[in-house]
């Protein structure tokens, strides 16, 4: 039976022995992928049940290559392209330039390198540069790189509590360096998960499913946003100094803390997996949310006069995104543990 590439037949399972069970190879394959008889091959059992089979040699020789001409490129967009290629999986980035755009080409390849993890300049010379990662994606367990991030988003919110508390306001000079940290770590989780797709191997180093790895690539969008909004705080605190006082005691500070203890109940349950305290801080998110739209309504409504009502409003659509944000945390979570709870069953059961 003819076999196309990526298609599918149905071959019998044989018995030989009595106590060892075959299936013949398709034989376009074999010679897709040079095979000969002794040759290793890797059999990897997958949790849905399927058995992969792939080329030992394959694995280990198997290497991404991206290659960008600038002369082809649109005005500008090499680091767009760059980043592209990053999260696609790339294992070697070849840029090729003529000598008068080496300068601005070198800006582009210099911010890439610092929003991204693991790559180093390889090669380069008067026509190109040649980029090459130096980790593998299966090294970093994706939960480090969450945990990482929870903690830069909440020591910034910390430290942006800390101000109203007296303390000083220059601990929020690297806010800008936090966030950015925030970015590589998502960028890095999307490029694994993205990896993790075709490749079993890295699947069976970060011992995660495909659903599962997704959805820990939605959890770290989530704690991405929620810094963009931790940033926006540490901004208005830091250009405002004289405005801040007027905020001890209302109500979108004392939210704050509110969020700080939802969330971490949330990271805690990526491991524990317990709905009725993942629901919990979910309902206290919610209710902050509520308390946090009435204030502002109250703010446009009679306030309109003090100077500080553009801040308040400001300071309080942040709170209000954190916790949106961490909402939308604790779903992914009890997504992942009814699938984790999911059976199989016949359709005649």
């Given amino acids: 039976m003819a076999l196309e590439e990526r298609g599918h037949e149905i071959r ?3 018995s030989t022995g009595g106590s060892t069970f075959t299936i013949s190879l398709p034989k376009p394959w074999v010679i897709n992928y040079a095979l000969n008889a ?13 058995l992969r089979i792939t080329p030992l040699d394959m694995i280990e020789k198997g290497l991404q290559k991206a290659y960008f001409s600038i002369n082809k490129l649109p005005e500008n967009s090499l680091h767009d392209h760059l980043m592209g290629a990053y999260i696609s999986g790339a294992d070697i980035i070849r840029i090729d330039f003529e000598s008068e755009a080496k300068k601005q080409t070198g800006l582009q390849i210099r911010r890439f390198l610092r929003s991204t993890r693991g790559f180093e300049i390889f090669q380069e010379d008067e026509r190109g540069v040649e980029l090459m990662c130096i980790i593998n994606a299966g090294d970093m367990p994706l939960h480090a790189s969450l945990n990482r991030m929870y903690l830069l988003v909440t020591s910034l919110v910390k430290d942006v509590l800390g101000v109203f508390e007296g303390e000083d306001r220059d601990y929020l000079n690297d806010a800008e360096e936090r ?5 590589s770590l998502l960028y890095l989780i999307e490029r694994q998960v993205r990896v993790l797709l075709d490749s079993h191997k890295v699947a069976t180093s970060l011992q995660l499913s495909r659903t599962q790895a997704i959805e820990y690539s939605n959890l770290a969008r989530s704690l991405e946003r929620m810094m963009d909004h931790s940033y926006s705080l540490s901004t208005l605190v830091h250009e405002n100094p004289k405005l801040t006082s007027n905020l001890i005691g209302v109500t979108s500070l004392e939210q704050l803390p509110i969020w700080q203890q939802s969330l971490k109940e949330l990271m805690i349950n990526i ?3 317990d709905s009725v305290r993942i629901e919990s801080a979910r309902n206290n998110l919610k209710k902050s949310q509520k308390v946090l739209i009435a204030y502002e309504q109250d703010l446009l409504k009679n306030h309109r006069q003090n100077e500080w009502m553009a801040f308040g409003l400001s300071f309080s659509e942040s709170v209000r995104r954190l916790c949106a944000y961490a909402r939308d945390f604790g779903e992914i979570l009890l997504n992942m543990m009814v699938f984790g709870e999911l059976t199989q069953t016949s359709r005649k059961d």
Avoid: F, M, N
């Fill in 271 to 273: 491991r524990t997996k």
């Fill in 38 to 50: 002794h040759d290793p091959l890797r059999i990897d059992w997958r949790p849905s049940g399927a």
């Fill in 12 to 14: 019998k399972l044989q």
């Fill in 179 to 183: 966030e950015s940290e925030v970015d």
